[in-house]
């Protein structure tokens, strides 16, 4: 087999496993898997470590207290000494409730499979496996060690599986993450914005509104400037964006407000831009004489630079072509656990999952019919590095 039709024969091997792609996608969409509530996630962790075990790979359960466990699954194709390592990464847990499927249930109409957490990522997993697979079949020389790491917490924010997470990138010469894809076309996402949450807290001084205002510092009134400060710092066309979406203070309306708290969400599409925000964040002073301002939070996740996945981007768009596929890429709002990993310099390429929409939604959905040539592509990479 030559170089280049590699990519090819991976795609053959699974364009006849659809079906089989899609039964185990419902197996895994049954097994509902809320990141809050960990004896269901365990299930749907028990299931997918089932199907590795099946496939001779190694599997490790890493015990969880509070949270789903997660799943550390180590593969390589030699007896020989593997030269590096490539990490696989995704998440199986979903942010639909236990019963959710009653009201959303997993169904196939119109070539897509909809069902809570199909896009948003159990299709990516099941992609993930399905390339394993064909690796194995073709007996492509893969020479580095591949380890797939599947979390339990991505969507709260990955606090139990970020060491976990790092760790393994910290290893790894590429991180390959399978977050849906963006858009009809199945875009990549080879930049996230960096993401944070901040509160600010005013406190002021209360008093009466009508026989003693003078002696009151209103809590309120000077949260409002400073969240009109806030709204100068966003600037849409260099991706950077500050809002104040919750805001709550005062007691009654013949009391100056005491107490007043916003919690703001940021992003930024640079690191020295999100260092900008924090620094500017820690620098605000009250402007009303008497108040008082305590600022917590800030950024979670690191942007996700472009810098860091453009040399694999090419390779992806390369092997896309071999397959006859085309691929594009797309800068992503939200963030991942890619930005973990980008954010260590390992170079990174996420939306490498399902094709479809929907994601957080009543109509998630997976375009089934793509999910053998983004298994290829997986396996391609894999095969590649
Ligand atoms: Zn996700």
């Known amino acids: 087999m030559t170089e280049s039709s590699v990519p090819a024969a991976l795609l053959q091997i699974l364009q006849p496993r659809l079906q089989q792609m899609v039964s185990m996608l419902r197996a895994f969409v049954l097994a509902e898997s809320p990141s809050l509530e960990k004896s ?20 490790e359960r890493l015990a969880q207290k509070h949270r789903g466990d997660h799943l550390r699954i180590t593969w390589q194709a030699q007896k020989s000494r593997p030269a590096g390592q490539l990490l ?12 959710t499927l009653a009201k959303m249930p997993f169904r196939i109409s119109g070539g897509k499979a909809y069902g ?23 007996q492509a020389a893969v ?19 970020r060491k976990l997470i790092e760790t393994e990138a910290r ?26 949450e901040a509160e600010i807290i005013v406190h002021g001084r209360a008093s009466h509104a009508g026989l003693a205002p003078e002696q009151g510092v209103n809590a309120v009134h000077e949260l409002a400037r400073q969240i009109a400060r806030l709204e100068q710092w966003n600037d849409l066309r260099r991706g950077i964006s500050v809002n104040a979406d919750v805001i709550e203070g005062g007691t009654r309306v013949n009391v100056v407000a005491e107490r007043a708290r916003a919690v ?3 992003r930024a599409l640079r690191l020295s831009d999100m260092r900008q925000i924090e620094k500017r964040l820690r620098a ?33 768009k390369l092997l896309a072509t071999q397959m006859g596929v085309t691929i594009g890429e797309c800068v992503a709002g939200g963030g991942s656990d890619g930005n973990l990993t980008a954010a260590l310099g390992i170079p990174t390429l996420d939306g490498l999952g399902a094709v479809g929409d929907g994601a957080h939604s009543g109509h998630e959905h ?20």
């Open 88 to 99: 696989v990464l995704g998440h199986y847990d979903t942010v639909y409730a236990i019963g």
């Open 171 to 196: 290893r790894s010469d590429a991180v390959f993450v399978l977050e849906p894809s963006l858009g009809p076309r199945g875009l990549l996402k080879t930049a996230r914005k960096g993401v944070g």
């Open 284 to 316: 605000l002073r009250p402007i009303k004489r008497g108040a008082r301002l305590e600022i917590r939070g800030g950024f979670n996740r690191a942007p996700m630079e472009r810098k860091v996945s453009a040399a694999l981007f090419a390779r992806a």
């Open 264 to 266: 703001i969400d940021l």
């Open 40 to 59: 269901p996630a365990d299930r749907c962790c028990a299931i997918v470590a089932e199907e590795w075990h099946k496939r001779g790979a190694r599997v």
């Open 366 to 385: 997976v375009v089934v019919k793509t999910m053998p040539e983004r298994a290829a592509l997986l396996a391609a990479l894999l095969a590649d590095g």
């Open 116 to 138: 809570p957490g199909t896009f948003d990522m159990k299709a990516g997993i099941v992609q993930a496996l399905f390339a394993l697979d064909a690796l194995q079949q073709t």
């Open 143 to 161: 020479r580095k060690r591949v380890v797939f790491l599947w979390t339990s917490d991505e969507e709260i924010g990955s606090e139990s599986s």
